[in-house]
């Protein structure tokens, strides 16, 4: 479960500290803040203790992540606390730009944006999404005929999420996470070289023919109902 009061806040962060065998961390993240009961908690407990933790030297920055942008957006309105940073994550994607319209207001705010799972959690790739995955099976069903067509083609439809979601110039960081040393080495050949003219063409034609389709281009408030549902039995 998710506890975002100011004393397990500073017991989490100091054990984390331990584990890491370090003095302090450069940026301290208050992750999926849409978890807490309101978000009255994250601006009165979670962030000020963060914010301790700031001036006693064990972090210099603080950032928060979510997947409804809206609430970081929220977060940073309210808080009279500095954010430096924002973590969203599978809104930046083939098929859902959600994160593009805010990006004005973080920029507008020296806010630093990491853009994380541009795979959408396995759903844009070749092999899935895993059995877990919130988003509608019809945007399964999508997603998965645009990654046979990919397999079709020889090339991995990853490769192609990743080397979209970094054409924003206004994304500071991309966060991808990896299983294998294949999807490292594909990463780093998207980083250094790009994709090609016809990975380029494959990746309009599988867009015009398969994920423009997506009706639900994001799962928003789905897990957060599992969630409760299960706290409230």
């Known amino acids: 479960m998710f506890n975002f009061t100011a004393e397990k806040t500073r017991k989490s962060f100091k054990r984390s500290l331990e584990l890491l065998g370090l003095d302090y961390v450069d940026i301290i993240q208050v992750h999926d803040i849409e978890f807490a009961p309101s978000l009255n908690m994250i601006i009165t407990q979670t962030l000020p203790e963060l914010s301790r933790q700031v001036s006693e ?6 950032g928060i992540t979510g997947y409804p942008v809206s609430i970081l957006k929220e977060c940073i309105d309210l808080s009279n606390i500095k954010i430096s940073c924002i973590l969203s994550y599978s809104r930046f994607t083939l098929i859902d730009d959600t994160l593009e319209h805010y990006i004005p207001f973080f920029k ?4 630093g944006i990491i853009c994380a799972s541009a795979p959408c959690m396995g759903l ?13 099976e019809d ?15 020889n090339v991995e439809l990853g ?25 490292l080495q594909c990463n780093l050949q998207v980083v250094y070289e790009g994709i090609n003219d016809d990975e380029k063409k494959l990746l309009e034609e599988i867009k015009e023919k398969f994920l423009s389709k997506i009706k639900d281009k994001h799962w928003e408030g789905v897990e957060l109902k599992k969630y409760w549902n299960a706290m409230n039995k």
């Open 57 to 62: 030297g064990k972090a210099k920055q603080i």
């Open 139 to 153: 945007t399964k069903k999508k997603c998965s005929e645009a990654a046979e067509y990919c397999k079709d083609h």
């Open 159 to 183: 490769k192609l999420a990743a080397w979209y979601s970094m054409q924003c110039k206004d994304i500071d960081t991309s966060l991808i996470g990896i299983q294998n040393m294949r999807d």
């Open 124 to 136: 844009l790739t070749n092999h899935g999404p895993p059995e877990w995955h919130p988003a509608s």
């Open 108 to 111: 507008e705010r020296n806010i």
